[in-house]
């Protein structure tokens, strides 16, 4: 039994490899399945409140500093189209990514931004993603998770809005009572325009 064979058993019985294999097939399809390295994001559906978007920064502020485990997502490989040469279209060098807009670890409150993403595929609910840049398969299945990355927290900022500084706050009620003051006025004009206009005479 060659070491290859030996290898492709010993991924089967782990469950690391789901595919029907064959020395010469043109692609091979890896789904990892082990437990989850990222912190649980707040549960929250949507950012209406300041303390929802306190929340979510700081799970965003934790998600920058950390990388997306390659265990969380789907990775297929294939060979890359195009000109042949430097193992370009020779072997399986291209990375395939694809992950569910509803796994675990992506915040709800960023499905919305994430299903408006060009990355995003209806049919299964999913972003797909997808790196041809380098000559191996490590380092294009790095440049998928850290595009990931990206999306997810652009998607999981979008709706993230700062709370007012005291300033900022001053200012607001500024703002609020000189518009009641205004409004005041206007209703003491038309009130008294109308009074004006009843106390003609025929």
């Known amino acids: ?17 789901r595919t029907a294999w ?6 091979t399809s890896y789904t990892f399945r082990l437990a989850s390295s990222l912190a649980k994001p707040p549960p929250h559906k949507a950012l209406a409140e ?15 500093s950390v990388e997306i485990p390659r265990n969380l997502v789907d990775i297929t490989f ?12 020779k072997v399986n060098t291209k990375a395939t990514l694809r992950c569910s807009v509803t796994s675990s670890w992506i915040p709800q409150w960023a499905c ?27 380092q294009n299945i790095e440049e998928c998770l850290r595009k990931l990355h990206n999306v997810i927290e652009t998607a999981s900022s979008a709706d993230i809005r700062n709370e007012a500084s005291p300033e900022q706050k001053q200012r607001v009620k500024a703002l609020e009572r000189a518009n009641k003051e205004r ?20």
Not at 1 to 12: K, Y
Not at 112 to 136: F, G, K, M, N, Q
């Open 1 to 17: 039994m060659s070491l290859l064979f030996r290898h492709h058993v010993r991924l089967r019985a782990t469950g690391f490899l």
């Open 22 to 27: 064959s020395p010469h097939a043109a692609w």
């Open 50 to 64: 300041q303390e929802q978007m306190n929340d979510a920064k700081r799970w965003v502020q934790e998600f920058k």
């Open 78 to 89: 294939s060979r890359s189209s195009g000109p042949g040469g430097q193992n370009v279209n």
């Open 112 to 138: 919305t931004r994430l299903r408006e993403s060009p990355h995003y595929v209806r049919a299964t609910d999913s972003i797909l993603l997808t790196s041809t840049a380098h000559r191996s398969q490590a």
């Open 183 to 202: 409004q005041k006025r206007e209703k003491m004009y038309r009130s008294q325009l109308k009074k004006s206009r009843s106390a003609r005479p025929d």
